[in-house]
């Protein structure tokens, strides 16, 4: 199946939000590096990759066991939070090239648009908002609205639950190795954006459709006007 046959089949989008539509993973990695340094501690690229697009408990979690901390969770996760709030506040979020573009794209094609995101809702809607795109969305999943993080299929299944879509009729864009897992487990069509050229190959295990750039998405969508007529 290649992109446009793909696109004729769907009829609800879901975007993940940090690094598909929002430069916000630098942001974190600083926040995860200072937290982790105090304990004399770094984080290894495969680990970054490994908890990427997982909530902050759970990546809390992975990184104490694997670098041998002994440190209290919880109380790391809650000042992780208040670290993120400060700095999406008073740091300038910006979009990753060709987001807004790609959710303009689907919305102007009448697909449904849907947002859903590792991020806790505090943060999340304060992100959107600065950018002045909460309103692109039909419909919004944040990180605390389930129990289990991706790769859990399960913020997916209630995504396409809420707006009462087919899991197979719905086509998510994910960054992360976690977040792939996660939408192909709920059923789902699902395409990788920003991926690195040196981890492409562990992407096209899980799909055949592995971009380098919200761009290159954007340009291959474009050359599917037909399929959408």
């Given at each position: 199946m290649d992109l446009s046959e793909l696109i004729s089949k769907i009829s609800l989008v879901i975007f993940d939000m940090d690094g598909v539509l929002v430069d916000?993973?630098?942001?974190y990695l600083k926040v995860e590096k200072d937290l982790i340094g105090r304990y004399g501690k770094e984080i290894p690229s495969d680990l970054i990759e490994r908890i990427k697009g997982s909530s902050l408990l759970r990546?809390?979690?992975?990184?104490?066991?694997?670098?041998?901390?002994?440190?209290?969770c919880e109380e790391l996760v809650e000042e992780e939070r208040r670290m993120l709030r400060d700095r999406f506040e008073n740091e300038e979020i910006k979009p990753m090239p060709c987001a807004l573009d790609t959710v303009n794209w689907f919305s102007s094609h009448?697909?449904?648009?849907?947002?859903?995101?590792?991020?806790?809702w505090e943060n999340a809607t304060l992100i959107l908002s600065k950018l002045g795109i909460e309103d692109y969305f039909d419909h919004i999943t944040t990180g605390d609205q389930v129990e289990e993080s991706k790769p859990n299929p399960e913020i997916y299944l209630k995504t396409a639950k809420v707006m009462e879509v087919n899991p197979a009729s719905c086509f998510v864009?994910?960054?992360?190795?976690?977040?792939?897992?996660?939408?192909?487990s709920a059923g789902m069509n699902v395409v990788a954006v920003n991926v690195r050229r040196d981890i492409r190959d562990e992407f096209l295990k899980l799909t055949p459709f592995v971009f380098n750039s919200m761009c290159e998405l954007l340009d291959g969508l474009l050359k599917t006007r037909g399929a959408c007529e």
């Open positions: 916000t993973e630098p942001i990546s809390m979690k992975i990184m104490l066991s694997e670098l041998g901390i002994e440190g209290d009448g697909f449904k648009i849907a947002l859903a995101t590792s991020t806790e864009v994910e960054d992360s190795l976690n977040g792939i897992k996660s939408a192909r």
